[in-house]
């Protein structure tokens, strides 16, 4: 099995979270266990992913950010690091076959 490099932690603008005055804790989580979209591309490419799925999108409110909007980013992100992978945004409920 080929060796897959150490990734750097990941990070997430958290803009947001600071205009909904969100509490500390939660900040806290989002930088802990969150992946900025725009590094997606890069992260993808350096793990040699054959597909990606996003799932779980921050902010979680459509009315302060469309998933389109999201996913868009994921995707220029992509194409910035020259990502050759299937990009997927998951939804509730749905099925991926893993072969």
């Known amino acids: 099995m080929p060796q897959v490099p150490d990734l750097p932690p990941p990070r997430l603008p958290y803009q947001w979270f600071d205009e909904q005055r969100s509490p500390a804790p ?12 725009r590094e997606i591309g890069g992260t993808a490419t350096d793990a040699r992913a054959r597909q990606v799925v996003l799932s779980h ?16 980013a994921a995707r220029a992100s992509a194409r910035k690091a020259s990502y050759q992978g299937r990009m997927t945004v998951g939804h509730d409920l749905m099925h991926l076959p893993l072969a």
């Open 26 to 37: 939660v900040v806290d989580h989002m930088r802990r266990v969150h992946t900025d979209r």
């Open 57 to 72: 999108l921050a902010p979680a409110d459509p009315t302060q950010m469309p998933e389109h909007h999201g996913a868009a």
